[in-house]
């Protein structure tokens, strides 16, 4: 397995719309555990594909507690695609590896049931609330080339790219 680079906001191919998966084989699996790793390493709850540079519509996500105990729960979704989702909505903080060391408060469907092939290519759907709920849509969101900060007022939104900037200033000028 290989760590990735991620590329983070305003890089273009966050906003592109990623193409679907014809076939899932052994370079999609090496791509797939590869994107698993790099998430573990910047300790990221999900990473969908656009962010490390590829245009393509797979997510990886882990919503398990390691530092309470939890063992892993790897989740690898191809062409993953909302099928139903609750009327209820909830608003909870999210974060984003693209958007580094910032959160913002999101409102996101309660509950979606999702259709997606898993790592072997079968076909399978799931329904998720909670935490799994959020991820899910932040990474098919991320497909679309949506970000977190897409979904928040423009006020909120500028405020938060400010503090972006201020901190990548301060990193260069470390
Ligand atoms: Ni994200």
Redesign the pocket.
Known sequence: MAKLPIFEYPHPILKQIASRVEKVDGSLQKLLDDMLETMYAAQGV?L?AP?VGISKRIIVIDTAHPDEGESPRPLYLVNPEIVWHSQEESSQFEG???VPEQRAEVTRYLEVRVHYQDYNGEEREMTADGLLSIALQ??ID?LDGI??IDRISRLKRQILIKKLQKLRREEENQ
């Open positions: 999900g969908a962010q984003c590896l693209s932040h990474e991320h970000l977190y």
